[in-house]
Nanobody
Framework: QVQLVESGGGLVQAGGSLRLSCVASTDIFRIYPMAWYRQVPEKPRELVARITLGGSPDYADSVKGRFTISRDDAKNTAYLQMNGVKTEDTGVYFC??????????WGQGTQVTVSS
């Protein structure tokens, strides 16, 4: 059973920065792409960023140039560096692991709130 645990969420002012982390409980992390999704009430989860095994990133247009996804396979950990945050970045952020979009494994989510 794969467990993903996110951390790093919180309250931040618009224009500020936040770094989210996602730690996987097993080395299976190292053989799958990893992604971050965001969900706001009454809307489906949206893909924010995804990174392949080789480290190639892909971003939603809304976060390009502001967010950076990375992974440290030695630590079974992925990160989402969020810079220049906007109020529309508010939501619950989930890490996701697997081949699909989304993959089958989810974390419990971490709340990010951006104040104006």
């Amino acid at each position: 059973q794969v467990q993903l645990v996110e951390s790093g969420g919180g309250l931040v002012q618009a224009g500020g920065s936040l770094r989210l982390s996602c730690v996987a409980s097993t080395d299976i992390f190292r053989i799958y792409p990893m992604a971050w999704y965001r969900q706001v009430p009454e809307k489906p989860r949206e893909l924010v960023a995804r990174i392949t095994l080789g480290g190639s990133p892909d971003y939603a247009d809304s976060v390009k140039g502001r967010f950076t996804i990375s992974r440290d396979d030695a630590k079974n950990t992925a990160y989402l560096q969020m810079n220049g945050v906007k109020t529309e970045d508010t939501g619950v952020y989930f890490c996701n692991l697997g081949l699909g979009k989304p993959g089958p494994y989810w974390g419990q989510g971490t709340q990010v709130t951006v104040s104006s």
